[in-house]
């Protein structure tokens, strides 16, 4: 399985941006895909996420309005829409997956979790 993510880079404050994830996995699979960020020193957060066949996003408060979760189921891609960019979302944004679609259900309610597959990175960085 692999997880290879595409986007990102830099944008100024009130910009938008958008990552690409291609997952590897079967398009019967009923996956989980989530976005994770990482600052040094923060937590990660969990800030998307969507299930690979139903296509239905689900968001933690902190960005519900801003980013957007989709998926195009046959070209197995993920996308994470991200507008009205601030500083605070300045971080390395992974995208993650989990063999359970439950999985989440941890991202809405902000809840931390281990998950199956991680891709490489990207940076994503707003400047003012």
């Known amino acids: 399985v692999q997880l290879v993510e595409s986007g990102g880079g830099l944008a100024q404050t009130g910009g938008s941006l958008r990552l690409s994830c291609t997952y590897s996995?079967?398009?019967?699979?009923?996956?989980?895909v989530a976005w994770i960020r990482k600052v040094p020193g923060n937590d990660d957060e969990a800030v998307a996420c969507i299930g690979t066949r139903d296509g239905i996003p689900y968001y933690p408060d902190s960005v519900r309005g801003r980013f957007t979760a989709s998926r195009d189921r046959v070209k197995k891609v993920v996308y994470l829409q991200m507008n009205n960019l601030n500083a605070g979302d300045t971080a390395v944004y992974y995208c993650?997956?989990?063999?359970?679609?439950?999985?989440?259900?941890?991202?809405?309610?902000?809840?931390?979790?281990?998950?199956?597959?991680w891709g490489q990175g990207t940076q994503v960085t707003v400047s003012s």
């Open positions: 996995w079967f398009t019967h699979n009923d996956y989980a």
């Open positions: 993650v997956g989990d063999r359970l679609r439950e999985a989440c259900g941890s991202v809405m309610a902000s809840r931390p979790r281990t998950w199956d597959y």
